[in-house]
């Protein structure tokens, strides 16, 4: 099976000295969920901006075999490669409704009612509300929002940064169930930035660990099935980064 998205040789550079992410190479399999885990400032978010185009960046990116390193976002966006970012930057003072719509403005209208019914299928606890200002909506449905607006644009590859932040883990495990069925039903891939090992486990097939902006550590999601296991790639990949 090709890789729909290859990156090879990341470097990220704020500014002429500051480098964030450093020689990092991967792949996402088509319908695969891949995750980055590292704790703050390891250079996932920094990962995630290089491959949506928002970031200078030196290496070579290949989505659906064609470099698009180079591309601008808009075009990226346009090929299907959708980034959430961390913390929701969904837009207050709109309705639920019109956040969506904001998010499909690349579609036709058939497609944009189309993608409207799905998303509001797919969390019906905003459907509820679609009507109402977004600012109205709590932390879980301002995430479940953002997740939304991000498929409305029909992604590819979804750029998943931190969805779990400040969520109480019954509503993550919500979030990822909900993301693990329309991955199956829609061909859809993941990269998914996160750092609570356990959570990611719920909806990665595997993972890349990283600290001080280079990958240290792989894993496939059924090597870390019993405990012991988990908490070994925990020592080894994220303990000492945590206490840094
Ligand atoms: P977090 O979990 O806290 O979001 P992260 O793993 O996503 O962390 P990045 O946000 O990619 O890490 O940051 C990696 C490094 O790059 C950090 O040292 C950070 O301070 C630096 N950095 C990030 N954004 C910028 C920026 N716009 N200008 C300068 N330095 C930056």
Redesign the pocket.
């Known amino acids: 099976m090709t890789d729909l998205i290859r990156v090879e040789g990341l470097s ?1 550079f ?2 002429a000295s ?1 480098q ?2 450093e020689d990092v190479s991967f792949t996402v399999a088509p319908a695969a969920v891949v995750a980055l885990l ?10 995630m ?1 290089a491959i949506a185009g928002l ?1 200078r960046a030196e290496g070579a990116v290949t989505f659906d075999g064609e470099r698009i390193d180079g591309l601008p976002a808009r075009e990226r966006v346009r090929r299907g490669i959708v980034y959430v970012p ?1 913390g929701r930057e969904i837009v207050g003072d709109l309705t639920v409704r019109e956040n969506l719509v904001l998010g499909g403005y690349n579609a036709t209208a058939q497609d944009r009612r189309t993608r409207l019914d799905m998303v509001l299928e797919l969390f019906p606890e905003i459907a509820n509300k679609a009507n109402g200002g977004a600012w109205r909506l709590s932390g879980g449905e301002q995430q479940m929002l953002a997740i939304g607006r991000g498929l409305m644009a029909a992604p590819r590859l979804l750029l998943l ?2 969805p779990s932040l400040g969520l109480a883990p019954l509503l993550v495990r919500r979030v990822f169930d909900r993301l693990a069925s329309i991955r199956g039903e829609r061909e859809l891939a993941i990269l998914l ?1 996160e ?1 609570n090992l356990r959570m990611t486990m719920r909806l990665a097939n595997e993972i890349h660990f ?1 600290r001080g ?1 280079r990958l240290i550590g792989h894993k496939r999601a059924d090597e870390l099935k019993d405990e012991a296991a988990r908490q070994e790639a925990v020592d080894a990949y994220l303990g000492v980064a945590a206490a840094e």
């Open positions: 990220v704020y500014g500051a964030a992410v590292g704790a703050n400032g390891a250079g996932k978010s920094s990962i901006k970031v961390e940064d931190e930035v750092q990283l902006g």
